[in-house]
Every structure is written in C-alpha cells, then in structure tokens.
C-alpha cells in the first residue's frame, strides 16, 4: 500500500539562482526528498518538500547545512 507525501513548505533566505545552485545538490541526491523547488520571484523564498518520511526539523537542518536559513510557514 502506498502512503501519501507530506508537503513542507518553508520561507527561506535562498534569494538567487546562485543560491539555489547551492543547494541544489543535497536536495536532488537526498533519498527521501521525492519533490522540491523554490519560488525565487516570492518575496518569502518559498520552498516547498514533497516526502513521506521527513519532518520540519530534518528540513531545517539539511538547509542550515548548506548555511542558509529557512522557517516553517503554516497553510
């Protein structure tokens, strides 16, 4: 049986390209990151996880590993 995705979404201080070619490394090797992508043209830099297995946590601390910051925004 298959289980549904969680979708994370964050507000981040990943403003430019160079910045998300930063971390777009660690996000596309992580095995249980299923989806990402940020919205560099929002004002909040939102990013948003797809994954079954991650928490709020595991996210900040794999964003504050590559030296950028990121907060939880509520829906």
């Known amino acids: 049986m298959e289980t549904n995705s969680n979708i994370l979404i ?4 990943i403003k430019t ?3 998300k070619k930063l971390v777009s490394p660690v996000l596309n ?3 249980k ?3 990402w992508n940020i919205d560099l043209e929002d ?4 990013l948003r996880i797809e994954t079954k ?3 709020t946590e595991d996210i900040i601390k794999i964003i504050a ?3 950028y910051k990121c907060t939880e925004l509520s829906e």
Do not use: G, R, Y
Not at 10 to 13: M, V, Y
Not at 43 to 46: F, L, P, R
């Open 65 to 67: 590993e590559q030296d």
């Open 53 to 55: 297995t991650l928490n």
């Open 33 to 35: 990151i299923e989806k």
């Open 17 to 19: 390209e160079k910045d």
């Open 10 to 13: 964050f507000a981040t201080n």
């Open 29 to 31: 090797s992580h095995p």
């Open 43 to 46: 004002i909040d830099s939102v």
